[in-house]
Antibody
């Protein structure tokens, strides 16, 4: 079973960038893909994209193209999601999820709160 | 994008009741559907994949049915620990999309 531990909450100003980490343990990291999902306050879940731990290849949701970068570091079994040009609409809890299949969100991190405020 | 519509948006039921939540897809997603349970301040927990396959370790009181565009999640005998918000999610086509959620409360 894959366990995922995410970085802590962050407060950012509009226009800044944020980088959230997701460290995996409990199984072979490179077997998995890491999927990123966010949840705005009181809202539903929004898929942002995924990255292969084996080769680092990302697939992004159209909405975030040009503004998001998803990477992995196999030396530390860690995935990263960087979101740039933040606005207040990006205030949300950001989750990483792991799966063998990038479409099935099997294992979840605890979430990282990102608050964008001037 | 495939739109996922859940109903009801909220419900309240007694302990021991059978509860059913409906999820409708805007187009055919065959059986590429998952259900999640989320409690306040926690990450969603996967319950069911492939519309009806219970994830390992999930109580058999949960069951999922359906294919195509219409799906249901049932809880056979509601318990206090079953409160929370339930989401369906299609993974037939990118972008992956979620229903708006059904908030389940205990009367």
């Amino acid at each position: 079973q894959l366990q995922l531990v995410q970085s802590g909450g962050e407060v950012k100003k509009p226009g800044a960038s944020v980088k959230v980490s997701c460290q995996a343990s409990g199984d072979t990291f490179v077997k998995y893909v890491i999927i990123w999902i966010r949840q705005a306050p009181g809202q539903g879940l929004e898929w942002m994209g995924w990255v292969s731990a084996a080769n680092g290849n990302p697939t992004y949701a159209r909405k975030f193209l040009g503004r998001v970068t998803m990477t992995t570091d196999t030396s530390t079994n860690t995935a990263y999601m960087e979101l740039r040009r933040l606005t207040s609409d990006d205030t949300a809890v950001y989750y990483c999820a792991g799966g063998i299949n990038p479409r099935k969100l099997q294992f979840w991190g605890q979430g990282s709160q990102v608050t964008v405020s001037s | 994008d495939i739109q996922m519509t859940q109903s009801p948006s909220s419900l309240s039921a007694f302990v021991g009741d059978r509860v059913t939540i409906t999820c409708r897809a805007s187009e055919d997603v065959i059986s590429d559907l998952a259900w999640f349970q989320q409690k306040p301040g926690k990450a969603p927990k996967p319950l069911i994949f492939d519309a009806s396959t219970l994830r390992d370790g999930v109580s058999s009181k949960f069951s999922g049915t359906g294919s195509g565009t219409n799906f249901t999640l049932s809880i056979s005998s509601l318990q206090p620990e079953d409160f929370g918000t339930y989401y369906c999610q299609q993974y037939y086509r990118y972008p992956l999309t979620f229903g708006g959620g059904t908030k389940v409360a205990i009367k």
